[in-house]
């Protein structure tokens, strides 16, 4: 083999440095290895990543969850515009109403007074006609005291005053939701025996005041302590829910930052950042419908679990609903988020539609943009900075929108297509500025005119 020429002298032509020349044999030999470790390299990364996607899609719902419980349990303010809604529920409503009025009623022994006037008829030497009339008053006697007793236990249960007193006392007792999640602590939510309760003993009292202020003094004070609490909830596998909420809670607030970091280490480590950045999004997605789904799946679960007797259905289904609102909220606003990202992706890809939808959109704002420099404005340096920059200036946008979502104290859907919508006009406008931008120096026909 003939000897190599250095690369630095006058025979290469090529830049003085210590790197030998390669021959055709060598170059080539060196071509192949660099591409067999190109190719191992892109393997390792798209393993990678798929690991890294993998594990985002299985904690995503997870993270989702402990946020739910971790924002819920540490924020009183959270917490009580969570149970709040239930005391203006109809259905809570009427479910407590009925509960109380039949303790009412089950201590005024109504036969007794109608038997004790037909004994004192009787006595008297009334005819057997009126009294057995009396005898037969037994029923809408009975009727009589129950309507009386429902209207007044129905006007403290619908009151403002309780709804008041309602808030106030779950603002006092926010540790009461702790003992719910984790079986610790005391509040005006219980757990035991395989049930969780709600204390209403706050109703009960305004119930007992009201009623012995209508003349039902030994019915009021009938009423026990049992009925100070309501069952929410009845469940063999309450035990192990509050097991899984209490990991929950601990790991509430890493979860989802570690799932927001593999997911960005999966775009980043992979091959193909945009292809990874859609694949990402729609798991996620897909992640999060399936989460939806489980909710409805669990509300069908929860009111299968609870008797009729302890919890009408329609009260049951509006205490789920009650306290799922903002995790299912949420979930639909992080849905509804990965698939505007996805499609974002996809429309700045090389596929038809997108290269059909950008070319659109880029001649619309162009001739915008031409139509009023010819009417007169000019955009100037400040339009050709933005056209120079576009890149630059379309992401700093589309960033500024995810930073105002992030910022945005449990953003809804409704907040997701305001941000949205004002990002995408912000680019239109920008769009239409740089094509409105003039050339560096006006033509004399301009200037003049």
């Known amino acids: 083999m003939a000897p190599t020429t250095p690369a ?9 440095d210590r790197s030998p020349a390669f021959s055709a044999g060598e170059r080539a030999e060196y071509e192949l290895l660099r591409r067999q470790a190109s190719v191992r390299h892109r393997r390792a990364r798209v393993a990678g990543s798929s690991v890294l996607l993998v594990l985002t899609l299985l904690l995503a719902p997870l993270a989702m969850v402990a946020a739910w419980v971790q924002d819920t349990v540490s924020d009183t303010d ?64 009975r009727d009589a005291v129950r309507s009386a007793a429902e209207r ?23 540790a009461a939701v702790v003992h ?16 969780v309760r709600l204390d209403v003993g706050e109703v009960v009292d305004q119930v007992r005041a009201r009623l012995a202020d209508a003349g039902f003094d030994e019915a009021a004070a009938a009423i026990p302590d049992s009925d100070r609490t309501v069952t929410l909830l009845e469940s063999e596998q309450l035990g192990k829910a509050q097991d899984v909420m209490r990991l929950l809670d601990i790991v509430g607030v890493w ?26 999004a729609t798991g996620v997605g897909a992640m999060m419908a399936l989460l939806l789904v489980a909710l409805a ?14 919890l009408p259905p329609d009260a049951a289904a509006a205490v789920y609903d009650t306290f799922v609102r903002f995790l299912h909220d949420s979930t639909r606003t992080l849905l509804v988020v990965v698939v505007v990202t996805a499609l974002a992706a996809y429309l700045h890809g090389a596929g ?46 589309v960033a500024g929108g ?23 006009a912000t680019l239109i406008v920008l769009a239409v500025l740089a094509a409105a931008a003039g050339p560096a120096h006006p033509s004399p026909d301009r200037t003049a005119s």
């Open 8 to 16: 630095g002298s006058p025979d290469s032509g090529g830049p003085a």
């Open 78 to 141: 959270r917490y009580v515009a969570t149970v709040a809604p239930l005391a203006s529920e109809p259905a809570v409503q009427d479910a407590l109403t009925d509960r109380l009025t039949d303790r009412v009623v089950g201590q005024v022994d109504v036969k007794a007074v109608t038997d004790s006037f037909a004994d004192t008829l009787r006595e008297a030497g009334a005819p057997p006609r009126i009294v057995d009339g009396a005898e037969s008053l037994e029923a809408p006697l």
């Open 152 to 174: 007044t236990v129905s006007g403290v249960v619908t009151s403002d005053a309780f709804r008041r007193a309602w808030e106030g006392a779950n603002q006092r007792s926010h």
């Open 180 to 195: 719910m999640l984790t079986g610790e602590g005391r509040g005006a939510l219980s757990t035991g025996e395989g049930a």
């Open 255 to 280: 979860l989802p930052v570690l799932t927001a970091v593999l997911a960005a280490l999966a775009v980043w480590t992979a091959p193909a950042h945009r292809v990874m950045l859609m694949a990402t």
């Open 297 to 310: 799946v669990l509300r069908r679960a929860y009111l299968d679990s609870l008797p009729p007797a302890v």
């Open 352 to 397: 038809r539609v997108a290269r059909a939808a950008r070319g659109t959109a880029a001649r619309v704002t162009a001739a915008t943009g031409r139509a009023l420099y010819r009417s007169g404005v000019d955009t100037g340096s400040t339009g050709r900075l933005l056209a120079q920059y576009r890149p630059w200036a379309t992401s700093t946008v």
């Open 402 to 424: 995810e930073l105002a979502l992030l910022l945005w104290n449990h953003p809804t859907v409704t907040h997701v297509a305001l941000v949205l919508g004002i990002t995408s």
